[in-house]
């Protein structure tokens, strides 16, 4: 195949906005070192990754799982009947409370005081300094 086109992908991924994400992570893949699964051609890793697509050398459902596992900020830990009974026993213990996570920014004099005070006099150099 001497030239892509998206018919050519959209026959294998008949979602286009599937087919651009799928692509997308299949070129990310290439640039971090996955092997190819067609000759490069000279061609870039987007166009590849499309004519990989259209020659179904990649399969489009191991695509989605990868845009998936991509896009999760947290990953799941298998956790153990051992740990489990840990977790519970400290989440039994000590019960959350916002109060926990605001310690650092409870009564502190600094940020009170820089609130009270509003602007503060500056030095003329200074102001000239920034402005080069």
């Known amino acids: 195949m001497a030239r892509v086109t998206v018919e050519d992908c959209i026959e294998k991924i008949p979602n286009r906005f599937d087919l651009v ?8 893949n290439i640039s971090t070192g996955n092997p190819l699964t067609i000759d490069r051609d000279n061609d870039k890793n987007p166009v590849v990754a499309l004519r ?3 020659e179904e050398t990649i399969d489009p459902d191991f695509l ?3 845009i998936i596992r991509s ?8 956790i153990s009947d051992e740990d489990e009974n840990e977790v519970s026993d400290d989440v039994l213990e000590k019960p959350y409370s ?3 996570e605001l310690t650092d ?3 502190t004099n600094d940020v009170n005081e820089k609130i009270e005070n ?3 006099d500056v030095d003329e150099s200074l102001i000239k300094s920034e402005d080069l």
């Open 52 to 54: 990989e697509i259209a």
């Open 105 to 107: 920014f409870k009564n």
């Open 21 to 28: 994400l799928g692509a997308a992570q299949r070129a990310r």
């Open 71 to 78: 896009l999760q900020k947290l990953s799941n830990p298998e």
């Open 118 to 120: 509003g602007f503060q």
């Open 64 to 66: 989605r799982d990868e």
């Open 98 to 100: 916002i109060d926990d």
